[in-house]
């Protein structure tokens, strides 16, 4: 049996893989050993290629920008270059590459070349960009299906919303008409006042219903048709709501603080107002009654996002019902007056416009809403 030495069995070893192009280079990345596999991949002879540039092996354009040079740079400063990346045959025709360049040295740490191997990943990626694909289209279709059952929801909201105004509003003129014929026939004692009282009640809860369902509807037509690129004042935005919630009928006195850092955001004005509306007027309604209000407004670059920060200490929300938070229709206290749809509105605003909203919350201590606007400043 033949005897080799352990370089020949080397050669051997390389010479016969030949799903994977290996090859060496000097230091200056000129080929100095090419085996059968690299011979069957990029079409060049061990006699064609030897004492080339081993960047012929690229795209031209890869070229062009010194990339080759730049590989085996990395692969000096980290021991190591890995990349999937187009590479050239000799036909010129380009496949996609698992590449591996490898730095070699010497004993005494002396730099002698590199090695490079490359396999042929083209069917791979061809099967990934497929499943890619397929992936898309079907993200696309089922963002297409969303889309229309949205509108089809939005459509029938406002048309249900519509259709309901006219009825609700002939009851309550019924209603009224009902409350004169009781009155001047003397049949209006304190049980049918009561009842009628409470059927008034009663439409006007339906009332609002309505309004709301129909403000969920305007919300979301709004976003698709009129995106707002308005700068707005903060500040001149919160002393307006202000005013509003010092009517008298509204009035709940509280302290509040405010910080404006940030003075300006590019956001729907009267998005923003019904934001902070929300959020304010919360504060005021569930007030602790054992102690004084104290609401702190602030505003604040939170890159990429303008923070708006509203804090109370007032009656908290447990931790079971923040999970429920922003639902349509949910309330966590019945002493006070409200639909439930409020922070939900806040919610779908803030979603159509790529922010977010977060809560912090603890009952007996307070609630802290901070919300997220996307800085498009």
Known sequence: ???????????????????????????????????KGAERLKGYTEN??????????????????????REMKIALE?????AEDWRKRKDGALFWADLMLTPIFDEAGQHLGFTKITGDITKQKELQDKLAERQQSALEHTNTELKKINFDLDNFVYTASHNLRSP???????????QEELQESGCLNNTVNEIVKRVNSSINRFKHTIADLTEISRLQKDYIENPSDEYLDIKE????????LEDPVKRKVC??????????????????????????SNSIKYQDPERSCIIKISTRLQEPYVLLRVQDNGLGISQHHQQQLYSMFKRFHDHVEGSGIGLYMVKRILDNAG???????????????????????
């Open 48 to 69: 064609e290629i030897v004492g080339q540039y081993y960047g012929v092996l690229s795209p031209d354009e890869y070229q062009q920008a010194g990339l080759p040079e």
């Open 255 to 280: 302290f509040i603080q405010t910080d404006f850092q940030v003075h300006e955001l590019k956001f729907s004005k009267k998005n923003f107002r019904s934001i902070l509306y929300n959020l304010i």
């Open 168 to 178: 609700i509003t002939n009851i309550e003129g019924l209603m009224d008409l009902l």
């Open 78 to 82: 980290q021991g190591v270059y890995e």
């Open 1 to 35: 049996m033949a005897l080799y030495s352990q370089e020949k069995l080397n050669t051997l070893f390389i010479n016969q893989i030949k799903n994977y192009a290996i090859f060496a280079m000097d230091t200056r990345g000129i080929i100095t050993s090419w085996n």
């Open 237 to 244: 935005v919160y002393e307006d709501i202000i005013v509003d």
């Open 355 to 377: 922010g977010k909203i977060e809560v912090e919350s603890k009952e007996g201590e307070g609630t802290v809403f901070k919300v997220y606007f996307n800085d498009s400043m």
